[in-house]
């Protein structure tokens, strides 16, 4: 197996060309497995070199509504009433434990992108 550290954009470059090669290898074969480290190597190098940030809990609960089609008045269920979602939307007032849980299971969001640093109003 001809498989190397990736240290700098030129490694990287020829793993994913790599990649693209033995992408739809069939698994248990070496190509396969040589699929999978480069894989897993690649991953590595990329989280390093170009971390991703993690959602805006107040953007993700945006989104979310706009993918599932839904109104403010459809948020009074799972954050308490007309005001408390305006506040919530308005970054007046932070999530509580209840209202994450709540949003999590009402709109599928992880917990984890909830809980996430809150920008404040400007």
């Known amino acids: 197996m ?8 030129r490694d990287h470059a020829w793993a994913l060309r ?5 992408w739809g290898a069939r698994a248990g074969t070496s190509d396969a497995d040589k699929l999978d480290i480069l ?15 993690p959602p805006d809990p107040i953007d993700a609960i945006r989104f979310r509504m706009e ?4 109104t403010r008045k459809d948020l009074v269920s799972l954050l308490g009433s ?3 979602v305006s506040e919530v939307l308005n970054r007046r007032r932070p ?14 969001i992880s917990a984890d992108t909830l809980i996430g640093p809150q920008r404040q109003a400007a």
């Open 39 to 53: 894989v897993t190597l690649i991953d590595a190098y990329e989280a390093k070199h170009h971390p991703i940030d």
């Open 18 to 22: 790599e990649v693209e090669r033995l």
């Open 67 to 70: 993918q599932m089609g839904l």
């Open 95 to 108: 999530l509580t434990i209840a209202m994450i849980a709540r949003l999590r299971d009402g709109l599928g």
């Open 82 to 84: 007309r005001a408390r």
């Open 2 to 9: 001809d498989i190397r550290p990736i240290r700098n954009r």
